[in-house]
């Protein structure tokens, strides 16, 4: 490819990955942190009601998949759940996953720390409201009984599994999965053209979801849509699950055992594999 090629591809087609790496540090980024408080609060409830809805699409698709294996139902909930973050990014919604990469900006001195903190409380509470919402509208739709109470059964599963999974295993999951996420954000940041961002985002969230990692704010929308499930008599009896196992499905169980520790590998995975790569890859290098 000539020079001529490459430089028409990077402000044509898409942008170079030293490129985005400017971009999101020199202005998407310190932009996020300027917004008014209302403006980011909303669009963070936004956000949380979208990706809402990508992880129930998810739990319907899945839902009396028992004819087929295993690995293609996870196959097709992942190719479904993708449609959350397609949603998030091309309305501009506030995901506090992807907000992590806010600390390019943070550590180029172009948004402050404390603006980084005021996004990140904001974004967070406001992507559990959404979720919240939309668990809340879902339960009194009623759909959690299609099926034969199948769809519900899906939910209520679901929660009690991530409340259940051991606390290494939700931290590193939480890793694993927002290396992913920022990575498709990345990725569609690249893209001049809607298609372009839709398949930038689409395989490494289908990757993440069929691989079984821990969002923290899909997981704020599965948690409460469980609890909901949990007080459902039909679900319940047709759940098979005993008293004693879903009262280790509780309020505090989601914070404790699944929402800090997928928080914190959410932070991680972004920091580390993202932000610290990318940034001495492209920026510090950029300096010297």
């Known amino acids: 490819m000539t020079t001529t090629q490459t430089q028409h591809l990077d402000t044509k087609d898409c942008i170079a990955p030293s490129g985005v790496a400017h971009e999101l540090t020199d202005s998407v980024m310190p932009a996020k942190a300027n917004f008014r408080k209302s403006k980011t609060f909303v669009l963070a409830i936004a956000a949380g009601a979208l990706i809402a809805f990508g992880a129930q699409v998810s739990l319907t698709v899945m839902t009396g998949s028992e004819s087929i294996s295993w690995g293609f139902a996870k196959l097709i909930g992942a190719m479904t759940f ?24 943070v550590i180029e001195r172009k948004t402050s720390f ?26 009194f739709s009623g759909t959690s009984h299609n099926s034969h109470e199948e769809l519900g059964v899906m939910g209520l599963t679901t929660a009690y599994t991530k409340v259940n999974l051991p606390l290494v295993e939700a931290f590193t999951r939480g890793i694993l999965c927002n290396w992913l996420v920022c990575l498709a954000i990345w990725m569609a940041s690249s893209s001049r053209h809607v298609i372009g961002k839709i398949f930038a985002i689409f395989f490494p ?84």
Not at 215 to 232: D, E, P, R
Not at 234 to 260: D, H, R, Y
Request: proline share 2%; net charge neutral; with cysteine.
């Open 82 to 105: 993708a449609t959350g973050l397609m949603m998030v990014v091309l309305t501009g919604a506030e995901l506090f996953t992807g907000n992590v990469m806010m600390t390019f900006s």
């Open 114 to 139: 404390a603006k980084l903190l005021r996004n990140w409380s904001l974004v967070y509470v406001g992507n559990f409201v959404g979720s919240m919402i939309l668990a809340a509208l879902i339960y």
């Open 205 to 288: 969230i289908m990757t993440f979801v069929a691989s079984g990692y821990e969002h923290s704010i899909a997981n704020m929308y599965f948690l409460t849509n469980g609890l909901f499930l949990k007080n459902t008599p039909a679900v319940v009896a047709a759940s098979g699950f005993t008293p004693e196992q879903l009262a280790t499905l509780s309020v505090k169980s989601c914070i404790l055992n699944n929402l800090i520790p997928v928080t914190l590998g959410n932070l991680v995975g972004a920091l580390v594999f993202v932000v610290l790569l990318f940034w001495t890859a492209y920026l510090r290098d950029d300096k010297e």
